[in-house]
């Protein structure tokens, strides 16, 4: 497997006096490409801390983190932000599509703002919709679509730039349970495309099972690492 992500005693602090907290403490992690990673731990833990330090979304404290080998020590905001358009795809909670967009521009907007433009543009945003089954569903905007249909759109929209990684931050939180089995299994089965590492923060234990690795974060800490055996997704995706 090769390194995605690779971070090396990363830590964050936020805030100031009195009040500042260490949320992320020394921790180690590497995403490598294939794999789906699920990163679980209760609220407060400091998932969402670790998952924007890893996106370049934030900058740690102390520790190197690389990302398909660059380092992004010393990195200006400019940098980072080439490196996130480069490199990185987000799926969030809430979906934040545009309302007034149908699922295809929602999804080229990845690109527009990558400057690319136009009949490949749109074709892109089609090919990628119809990877996540919205290929008859592309002209529909967000009030026509399910809450499990406006989160695949979002995961369009995150892998039309072709990302190396994919950070999902509880993905299936605002879905049901058969909804969010689905998305979990689109992100299980793209990771294994053109070699993503794909990470899941979640709170709900239940989405170990889609996973190649599992860790677990506590206090800002990872506290434990762990390979699964069979993903269950590999079973259910030959149904």
């Known amino acids: 497997m090769s390194p995605i992500v ?3 005693g990363i830590s964050k602090s936020l805030g100031t006096g009195a009040g500042q907290v260490e949320a992320v403490r020394s921790v180690d992690l ?3 490409g294939g794999e789906l990673t699920v990163l679980m731990g209760p609220s407060g833990s400091g ?3 670790l998952l924007s330090l890893l996106g370049c979304l934030l900058t740690p404290t102390e520790g190197t983190l690389r990302l ?3 380092s992004t020590n010393g990195a200006t905001a400019e940098q980072l932000a080439e490196i996130r358009r480069r490199h990185v795809g987000f799926v969030f909670q809430s979906f934040h599509l545009f309302r007034t967009m149908t699922a295809v521009e929602n999804t ?3 690109l527009d703002v990558r ?3 136009g009949k490949e543009a749109r074709s892109k945003a089609e090919a990628v919709l119809t990877r996540v089954g919205l290929g008859q569903r592309a002209g529909k905007f967000p009030r026509q679509l399910s809450g499990g249909e406006q989160q695949r759109v979002a995961i369009a929209r995150a892998l039309v730039a072709e990302p190396a990684l994919v950070l999902a931050d509880e993905p299936t939180a605002a879905l049901d349970t058969a909804n969010g089995q689905a998305i979990m299994e689109i992100l299980a089965r793209l990771a294994k495309e053109r070699h993503r590492a794909v990470l899941v923060v979640t709170h709900d234990t239940r989405l170990a099972s889609f996973a190649d690795r599992v860790h677990f974060i506590e206090d800002g800490r ?3 690492d762990e390979r699964t055996a069979a993903p269950v997704h590999r079973l259910r995706s030959r149904a």
């Open 6 to 8: 690779e971070a090396r």
């Open 30 to 32: 590497t995403l490598n």
């Open 47 to 49: 998932k969402t801390t």
């Open 68 to 70: 398909c080998g660059t």
């Open 108 to 110: 080229q907007l990845a």
């Open 115 to 117: 400057g690319e433009s």
């Open 222 to 224: 990872l506290i434990s």
